[in-house]
């Protein structure tokens, strides 16, 4: 059987389906065609979930908030590349993100999260959901849900959502333990969803779907899409996890469109080959920073990096560290600014994952929506700066730090 590097990255087109075109084409339409009456009325019922419609007789797109070809392929090829049953992309990381606690929280299908957790997700949850009407329960750590369901006195959650490793301080949460737990404590009418955010390692370092978890966000505009020219999210999942989130998709409308679905799908071809080469750029620019007399404090994902706690769980469900870390400087803001101000290689953006390297300061740009005392707890100071590194020389990036934090 071919290897998921052979096939992953041309899933979801057919030649002999588009002239035989070597590439999927775009298809920048809002409309699509009915055969007949009978069979748009059967297409559009069957859509909106109307009781009785009949089965439409062939694949016809509707509408392009519904579905159209390109979007299509691409949601092929991500389910192909993270082996999950369906995939679904939308307009932006958060669009994914939102759908998919909305799709699966309610009043009576309380969220509990672990933080830290990417600003934007820290900020819905902790700020808009509650006035949705949906219980929000903080997880200090995974070891204690069963303390926390006596605590919520028998209360169980309706979804458990993490982010791991956690952005940008690298805390790291066992997947296997909260799908184990959900499959203990959920019965046949309350299912309860563990859903993970792997943007930063996955799908090529980092596979939670073989570790249980129900459904996979990502803010597809980092390593997926991977060249800082487009802004798109996506779920990837089982059937039934993400035939409900793409329903509220219909209805929210944040789905991707057919030009930004077809520049993922030229992405997904170099998907594996780019993370890879950035990895093994940022094993040289990270074993050059450990050691920096300007560095006070070095954080990554990297076993050599980690509490000795946490390094078996990571040799156990991450393949490598990735290309992102952060460090922290002295002198807070006022130092991690000029350092941010000095680089020539590195571009004082947000995002990460694409082809250039990037920097920037948690605490007032990416996470500047977290609450102060959450910044304090996981050490997103003042000081600290992000990086991550692109496909460059990882000769010039050492010398770019090293410029760059002599003005500290």
């Not at 859509?47 to 439409?56: D, I, L």
């Not at 600003?119 to 902790?126: L, V, Y």
Request: glycine share 8%; aromatic share 8%.
């Amino acid at each position: 059987m071919a290897h998921i590097e052979t096939t992953a990255p041309f899933v979801g087109h057919n030649p002999a389906n588009h002239e035989g075109s070597i590439k999927t084409p775009i298809y920048p339409t809002s409309t699509f065609k009915f055969s007949s009456a009978e069979e748009g009325a059967a297409h559009m019922e069957t859509a909106y979930g109307v009781p009785g419609a009949a089965t439409p007789s062939q694949p016809n797109a509707i509408y392009s908030r519904l579905s159209n070809p390109t979007l299509e392929a691409a949601e092929q090829r991500l389910s192909a590349w993270d082996e999950s049953e369906e995939a679904a992309f939308f307009a932006s990381g958060m669009a994914a993100i939102t759908t998919t606690l909305l799709a699966w929280t309610s009043a009576d299908r309380p969220l509990w999260f672990c933080p830290p957790l990417y600003g934007g997700s820290e900020h819905f949850i902790r700020e808009i959901l509650p006035g949705m009407g949906v219980h929000v329960v903080e997880l200090d750590h995974l070891n204690h849900l069963d303390a926390m369901l006596e605590r919520e006195n028998g209360r169980v959650p309706g979804m458990i959502y993490l982010e791991t490793p956690a952005n940008p301080t690298m805390q790291l949460h066992r997947i296997r333990k909260a799908a184990d737990w959900a499959r203990k404590h959920e019965t046949e009418n309350h299912r309860m969803i563990v859903g993970v955010d792997n943007t930063y390692l996955g799908p090529i370092l980092q596979r939670p779907l073989d570790h249980g978890a129900d459904v996979l966000v990502y803010s597809a505009t980092k390593y997926i899409g991977g060249h800082s020219d487009l802004i798109a999210g996506a779920a990837s999942g089982k059937s039934d996890v993400i035939a409900r989130i793409r329903e509220y998709r219909h209805f929210l409308g944040g789905m991707a469109d057919p030009n930004t679905c077809w520049m993922l799908l030229r992405s997904m071809e170099t998907l594996a080959i780019r993370v890879r080469h950035q990895q093994d750029v940022a094993e040289r620019v990270f074993a050059h920073l450990r050691s920096h007399p300007k560095v006070d404090r070095f954080i990554s994902a990297w076993a050599v990096d980690l509490p000795e706690k946490d390094r078996a769980l990571a040799a156990e469900q991450m393949i490598g560290g990735g290309a992102m870390a952060a460090f922290e400087v002295a002198g807070g803001r006022a130092a991690a600014f000029r350092v941010l101000n000095a680089f020539e290689h590195f571009q004082l953006a947000v995002s990460l994952g694409s082809t250039e390297s990037l920097a920037e300061h948690p605490a007032s740009m990416t996470h500047a929506g977290v609450p102060p005392e959450v910044k304090t707890r996981f050490g997103i100071t003042e000081g600290l700066i992000r990086i991550s590194v692109g496909i460059e020389r990882p000769e010039d990036l050492i010398a770019d730090l090293d410029q760059a934090l002599a003005h500290v």
